[in-house]
């Protein structure tokens, strides 16, 4: 069973950029199609973006479509989210998430094993 955690969050200016990651243990980390997620206070989980098995294929949704970028090394465990001309907006806690299969989907329960999430604060 994988186990996620995620890293590297923190406060960050508009228009700055952030990179935010995600070590995976206890599983063979190929066997999983990544997706990044997000909540900010008093919403609903929201799915950011997802990366194949492979790494090959992306998927963003349109609000961050151009400005964020997933990538994964299926060698080290890790998956990977850059983030680039932040917005206050972006604000919140950014969770990766994993699920067995071929396909990246955008509900958050389509997803069985979480990171316990990392905090993005983008300030104006």
């Known amino acids: 069973q994988i186990q996620l955690s995620e890293s590297g969050g923190g406060l960050m200016q508009a228009g700055g950029s952030l990179g935010i990651s995600c070590a995976a243990s206890?599983?063979?980390?190929?066997?999983?199609?990544l997706a990044w997620l997000r909540q900010a206070p008093g919403k609903a989980r929201e799915f950011v973006g997802g990366?194949?098995?492979?790494?090959?294929?992306?998927f963003y949704i349109d609000s961050v479509k151009g400005r964020f970028t997933i990538s994964r090394d299926n060698a080290k465990d890790m998956a990977y989210l850059h983030m680039n001309a932040l917005k206050p907006g972006d604000t919140a806690t950014y969770f990766c998430a994993a699920r067995r299969g071929d396909a990246i989907l955008r509900h958050p329960s389509a997803y069985d094993f979480w990171g316990q999430g990392t905090q993005v604060t983008v300030s104006s």
């Open positions: 990366i194949t098995r492979d790494g090959v294929s992306t």
């Open positions: 206890g599983g063979t980390f190929s066997d999983y199609v």
